[in-house]
């Protein structure tokens, strides 16, 4: 399950996005490993990972 830090970021990042009129394309809880990963954008160029702790990693495809 993902900790409550992390609910809360989740919730934040995907605000943000819907701000920026960005679509949300995969959102995935990754149990073993315990993050969320999420692609976005509207070439699907935006990759967030969520961690336990609450922080996340931004990454975008520049190939796109």
């Known amino acids: 399950m993902p900790t409550e830090i992390q ?3 989740v919730i934040f990042v ?3 996005l819907s701000t920026l009129y960005q679509p949300i394309w ?3 809880y990754n149990s073993r ?3 969320i ?3 976005a954008g509207q070439q699907e160029g935006l990759e967030i990972i969520i961690f336990p702790d609450g922080h996340w990693e931004f990454n975008q495809d520049d190939e796109t």
Do not use: A, V
Request: net charge positive; glycine share 0%.
């Open 7 to 9: 609910k809360d970021t």
């Open 14 to 16: 995907c605000q943000l």
């Open 26 to 28: 995969l959102f995935r």
């Open 33 to 35: 490993q315990n993050y």
């Open 37 to 39: 990963f999420i692609i």
